[in-house]
């Protein structure tokens, strides 16, 4: 049968439980937070057997975790590192490509209307090779800082035969 070791023997000291105990009341992301209490579970005197079992983890991840902290005894070094994500889709869409886009005219550009919209621009956009999903460029708008509304249609000048449309009485 295995032996447990210590907290002590782990090189874990009751400070360390206290800093573990407030970097959880503090956490916010969920994989920091598993990460930290798995950590915090094993300086409390539980073996990395029963911390991985309890938190449904393999041995050797707690055993990751627990010698990340010990390096440095700071909570923040259980934080997730920067990923670069999945590359752009539409990576020929840059700003300043839609920005001039958007500031042309959709009947400049040959279509039969006076405003563009997400759809018509995912169209036009496709007919330059650009083939973007309405959800992206969406995305890439706000991202962009651009924003448009359904225009308001406001008549400049009151009707001139107003009086005679609405009767006598609204000829004030």
Do not use: F, N
Not at 19 to 25: C, G, K, P
Not at 34 to 62: F, H, M, T
Not at 100 to 116: F, I, K, L, M, N
Not at 135 to 164: D, F, I, M, N, S
């Amino acid at each position: 049968m295995r032996r447990v070791r210590s907290p002590a023997e782990l090189g874990l000291t009751a400070d360390d439980r206290h800093r573990l105990e407030r970097a959880l009341r503090e956490a916010r992301d969920a994989r920091h937070l598993r990460r930290l209490l798995a950590v915090k579970l094993v300086a409390e005197g539980q073996s990395v057997a029963d911390v991985a079992r309890l938190c449904a983890l393999s041995r050797p991840i707690v055993y990751r975790w627990l010698g990340r902290y010990l390096e440095s005894h700071q909570s923040e070094v259980l934080l997730d590192r920067p990923r670069t994500g999945r590359p752009r889709g539409a990576s020929r869409l840059t700003d300043t490509l839609l920005r001039r886009v958007v500031q042309q005219s959709p009947q400049e550009a040959g279509w039969a209307t006076h405003g563009w919209t997400v759809p018509l621009l995912c169209t036009h956009l496709r007919q330059q090779g650009i083939d973007v999903s309405p959800r992206t460029l969406r995305r890439r708008l706000h991202e962009a800082g651009l924003r448009w509304k359904r225009p308001r249609y406001v008549y400049v000048t009151r009707a001139p035969h107003l009086a005679q449309k609405k009767g006598a009485l609204s000829a004030v």
